[in-house]
Every structure is written in structure tokens, then in C-alpha cells.
């Protein structure tokens, strides 16, 4: 999981900029919401030291994975929403924004749970790092 200042960061943006569909909180995603709706997750997070000095004057750098998800009803034409994940990717690729830096986005890929519930999730990769200074 990111820190709270990413976390918080990332869910601002996302619901500053995004318009299409409701943005659902990670911890409120059910099979009773109704697609479509975007979430994210941080599958993948990591802290390393980068500088050394007096207490309050270290830097350490937080680099991970934020995952971008899209749910879609089921039995949907994949095509339209492809178009929905591209703004999406392009909403965090290479952007910096509250201490966030992030890079490339990956392109779309099916979720293989996809089969069970009542929606298909969508998602994309996007590397982010923040430095914390403590």
C-alpha cells in the first residue's frame, strides 16, 4: 500500500479530472456498484533511503506500482472502454502532481477473474515514486 500523502494524492487527481463514470473508493468496491466506475490500487510499494543527514533532512524515495481500474457491465463491446482506459492512462502518464512523479502507463489488460460477478474490470499499470523528507 502507497503512504497516506500518495494515496491521497492519487485519489485527488483522479477525482479532480475524471468525469466519465463515478470513482468508487477502494474500500467501497462491491458487486452491488453498477459499472461503469474507476478505482486504484497500489499493488506494490517500496521505501529507500536516498540521502543521509541530520534528523528531519533525510530524504527517502517511495516507488511502486499504481494500478487503474476500470469496471465495465458485462457482455459490453471491449472497444469503447479501450478508448476510456487510454484518458484514464493518460491522466497519470508522466505527470507530477502533489510530490508524485509518474512514468509510463501500461496498455489495458482483462482481469483473469473477469468470468465471475456482474462486471469486467479493466486496468493499467503506471510507476510512480514521491520523496518523503524525515
Not at 3 to 28: G, I, K, T, Y
Given at each position: 500500500m502507497a503512504s497516506a500523502s500518495v494515496f491521497s494524492a492519487v485519489q485527488a487527481r483522479l477525482e479532480a479530472n475524471w468525469s466519465r463514470?463515478?470513482?468508487?473508493?477502494?474500500?467501497?468496491?462491491?458487486?452491488?456498484?453498477?459499472?461503469?466506475?474507476?478505482?486504484?490500487?497500489?499493488?506494490?510499494?517500496?521505501?529507500?533511503?536516498?540521502?543521509?543527514?541530520?534528523?528531519?533532512?533525510?530524504?527517502?524515495?517511495?516507488?511502486?506500482?499504481?494500478?487503474?481500474?476500470l469496471a465495465i457491465p458485462r457482455g459490453a463491446r471491449i472497444a469503447p472502454w479501450l478508448e476510456?482506459?487510454?484518458?484514464?492512462?493518460?491522466?497519470f502518464r508522466s505527470r507530477q502532481f502533489d510530490g508524485v512523479r509518474t512514468y509510463g502507463a501500461s496498455p489495458a489488460v482483462l482481469d483473469d477473474r473477469n468470468d465471475d460477478g456482474k462486471f469486467w474490470l479493466l486496468s493499467a499499470a503506471v510507476l510512480y515514486d514521491a520523496d518523503i523528507h524525515a
Amino acid at each position: 500500500m502507497a503512504s497516506a500523502s500518495v494515496f491521497s494524492a492519487v485519489q485527488a487527481r483522479l477525482e479532480a479530472n475524471w468525469s466519465r463514470s463515478p470513482v468508487v473508493n477502494l474500500n467501497d468496491v462491491s458487486e452491488a456498484q453498477d459499472p461503469p466506475w474507476v478505482t486504484f490500487q497500489v499493488p506494490l510499494s517500496n521505501e529507500e533511503q536516498i540521502t543521509i543527514g541530520a534528523p528531519g533532512q533525510n530524504v527517502f524515495r517511495e516507488s511502486g506500482v499504481l494500478r487503474l481500474v476500470l469496471a465495465i457491465p458485462r457482455g459490453a463491446r471491449i472497444a469503447p472502454w479501450l478508448e476510456w482506459m487510454d484518458d484514464l492512462r493518460a491522466l497519470f502518464r508522466s505527470r507530477q502532481f502533489d510530490g508524485v512523479r509518474t512514468y509510463g502507463a501500461s496498455p489495458a489488460v482483462l482481469d483473469d477473474r473477469n468470468d465471475d460477478g456482474k462486471f469486467w474490470l479493466l486496468s493499467a499499470a503506471v510507476l510512480y515514486d514521491a520523496d518523503i523528507h524525515a
